[in-house]
């Protein structure tokens, strides 16, 4: 039998239903997981996506011709069952399962498996094929829970507001920010009831500025229901003091440009999961690196393929031959796919040099870490 999915010069696609998933160029149908730039492209004729993944989508391409399923719901796409299940990476990022004479196939797009209440939490699907990701892919990446590094952004914002410094947090503005901020209400307190109308924050240092980057996906956020603080636009800052005590969330393109000076001496901070390779940190200069990601750490990406049940494996972006390589030495089916994914979110052009020796890191697992410190490691992601 023909394998469902296969990777053509137009992105994955599914012959026995007449689609593409994430198309790297425009075709007559796309099945869309996400609407980071890199998964989500501009000129299909027609997209379908998670229903929940609707505004963002929209926001991301604009009048574009759209269906929507519900989590779960199976819908029939030219003789092949497809449901979408949550990727827990963005709002409305989905997994695409396909059912199709009795074999079952996901492509998983992106995924983090750490939930938190910015968007609906990844949920592992049983299949024969699981196509996953690889970003973090080394087993050098392994985070931190999501609050421990909430508290540390907070006491960095404390640290500077106390010394009269605004704290510039440069993050991607479609998922980290409003998983930031849903993040920061709940550590702060949001006052009783008003978070969700955009209420002020009981123990916050200060305002909290939103680039326009970021409050456009905001918006889309707050109508799909998810509970954000207050945030306000640079230009509503009244005085030094109030500049000197905000947090300033923008995404990496507005770093050193007019609208990031107007905050002055200001602290600049990256999140990001690239920040744990201390390489990534120093070539960017920053002050503080804080490590976060939307995408699955090394230890994650193992649970995720293993709760699947897949005895066939095929990776796509990311670390694709470490992952081949640690899948096939576990008895496992293992290829990858060529993709063009990698880009916008944390797959963007952050990847640390991989000749440092911080890659090398300590690892629980040998026969990995062997490779990664050889140079054998592949290239950077795109
Ligand atoms: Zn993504
Ligand atoms: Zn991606």
Redesign the pocket.
Known sequence: MADLVVSRPEGLWCEAGGFFIDPWRPVDRALITHA?A??ARPGSRRYLCSAEGAGVLRARLGAISLDTADWGKAIDVGGVRVSFHPAGHALGAAQIRLEHRGEVWVVS??YRVEADRSCAAFEPVRCHVFVT?S?FGLPVYRWAPQASVIGEILDWWRANAAEGRASLLHCYAFGKAQRLLAGLADALGASAGTAAEGGALAQAPGPIVCHGAVEAINRVYREAGVALPGTVPASALADRREIGSALVLAPPSAAGSSWARRFGDASDGFVSGWMQVRGARRRRALDRGFVLSD?ADWPGLQQAIEATGAGRVIV??GYEAVMVRWLRERGLDAQSFATE???????AGEAPDVSAPDVSAPSTDSSVQGEAGQGATPEAPR
């Open positions: 980071h890199d998964h797009g992106d990701e970003t995408h796509t972006h994914y990698g880009g916008d979110d944390d797959g």
